[in-house]
Nanobody
Framework: QVQLVESGGGMVQTGDSLRLSCAASGRTFGRNAVGWFRQAPGKEREFVAAVIWTSGVTLYSDSVKGRFTISRDIAKNTVYLQMNSLRPDDTAVYYC??????????????????WGQGTQVTVSS
């Protein structure tokens, strides 16, 4: 089994940056993907970004493309989400997730098998 632990959230102001970390333990990701999702109060869970562990190929939602960067450190078995130019609508609980198998749509939350507990990101105006 894979355990995922997010960290790095906090309270920042508009325009600031944060780097979230997702540390995996238990097993390696192998050919699976690791993604970031976020959920604001009263809103549905939203895909943010994903990285294919083996290849490093990345995928971003339109709302964060150009501002956020997902990366992975293979040696540390950790995935990062560098968030720049933060704005209030980025405020949400951010979750790290991992797939067991190949997925046709890595932006779909139901394709992910493992989930972290989430880390709060709050961006004030």
């Amino acid at each position: 089994q894979v355990q995922l632990v997010e960290s790095g959230g906090g309270m920042v102001q508009t325009g600031d940056s944060l780097r979230l970390s997702c540390a995996a333990s238990g097993r390696t990701f192998g050919r699976n993907a690791v993604g970031w999702f976020r959920q604001a109060p009263g809103k549905e869970r939203e895909f943010v970004a994903a990285v294919i562990w083996t290849s490093g190929v990345t995928l971003y939602s339109d709302s964060v493309k150009g501002r956020f960067t997902i990366s992975r450190d293979i040696a540390k078995n950790t995935v990062y989400l560098q968030m720049n130019s933060l704005r209030p609508d980025d405020t949400a609980v951010y979750y790290c997730a991992a797939t067991k198998y190949y997925a046709n749509n890595y932006s779909a939350s139901n394709q992910y098998d493992y989930w972290g507990q989430g880390t709060q990101v709050t961006v004030s105006s």
